[in-house]
């Protein structure tokens, strides 16, 4: 548990990670597979490696999507793990690029026709970013709502408008009540209930210095009754843009200054690409992705950038 701090929780007298269980069920064969060989924390961290170069991939698949040539979509993937901080994460264990992989299926399935299965594994690939980060579900409920929109007709007369729903959206229900369901399991035996999470219950002190513990004490026993109770504060979200857009000390105009080429191309692209929906969606999980980290604290380790908004570049 000292070997994992500050990202862990204490509760009922046990210690755990705060995080969703996601990354870890993904790197887990990695793991055993390193075990096997010798090497098992080298490769489990290749897991982070190869779904780099997935990524890669993927935005070259999208940019097709959306219009560009072949070389212009090829320079698309490699701007995106060189020309930002993609890189650094790759070469370590976190949910980054595993969201980021989620959120281009996600992107590439909705080009698609609604269909049983393809609503079905967009719910798949909605319940897997829950249990890989909890914000990933507000990131991508964009491209769900879309969907969903997508199985409603309206038919609009002088007198009266007829809606029809065409049920084949439940699918996307059939993807995604597993996951859930899984979830609350883990949830449950960690906590003994199914939907108190480790990122509720907030950090465990048990490691920090004393006068920090005593500090944790007395704003415990006191506390600010004008004081956040949400891990969302708006009251932070100037600052944190900044840090995250400008700063010196991690901003975008430092580490990753193409992504704004970047920007301004999803607004020249909408009088291009056929699927014009499509880009407004993707627009969407940008800013939900701005929004939600700029809320929430910019730090995230304070190196190599601003990690918490790859998904964005």
């Known amino acids: 548990a000292r070997f994992s701090a500050p990202d862990i929780v204490k509760y009922d007298n046990k210690f755990f990670s705060i995080f969703t269980p996601g990354v870890s069920i993904f790197s887990a064969p990695f793991y055993v597979l390193g075990k096997y060989i010798g090497f098992p924390q080298l490769v489990t961290y290749l897991s982070t490696v190869l779904l780099s170069v997935v990524n890669v991939a993927l935005i070259i698949l999208l940019a097709r999507k959306f219009g560009a040539g072949l070389y212009s979509a090829l320079m698309t993937g490699v701007l995106f793990i060189f020309g930002t901080n993609a890189f650094s994460y790759a070469l370590t264990l976190t949910q980054h690029h595993l969201t980021v992989t989620l959120i281009l299926l996600a992107l590439l399935n909705i080009f698609r026709n609604r269909t049983l299965i393809n609503n079905f594994w967009l719910g798949v690939i909605y319940g897997i970013g829950l249990l890989v980060d909890l ?50 399991w883990y949830n449950h035996q960690l906590t003994g209930s199914y939907t108190k999470i480790g990122q509720t219950i907030g950090r465990s002190d048990d490691f920090q210095p004393p006068e920090i513990r005593e500090k944790a004490r007395l704003e415990s026993e006191n506390p ?90």
């Not at 491209?143 to 002088?158: P, S, T």
């Not at 504060?233 to 857009?245: E, P, S, V, W």
């Not at 692209?269 to 929906?277: A, C, R």
């Open 135 to 184: 914000p990933n579900g507000l990131m991508m409920f964009p491209i769900v709502v879309y969907a969903l929109i997508k199985h409603f007709e309206f038919d609009k007369k002088a007198d009266k408008t007829t809606i029809t729903i065409q049920l084949k959206m439940g699918t996307m229900l059939v993807g995604l009540i597993p996951f859930l369901l899984f979830f609350g």
């Open 224 to 313: 600010d009754p004008f004081g956040s109770k949400l891990p969302f504060n708006t009251r932070d979200q100037l600052h944190n843009l900044y840090i995250l857009f400008i700063s010196n000390e991690r901003g975008w105009v430092f580490y990753s200054p193409v992504v704004y080429i970047g920007i301004l191309g999803l607004f020249l692209n909408y009088k291009i690409v056929q699927k014009k929906e499509v880009v407004v969606i993707a627009t969407a999980v940008v800013f939900s992705n701005f929004i939600i980290y700029s809320m929430f604290g910019a730090e995230g380790g304070w190196a190599f950038g601003p990690r918490y908004i790859i998904p964005s570049a």
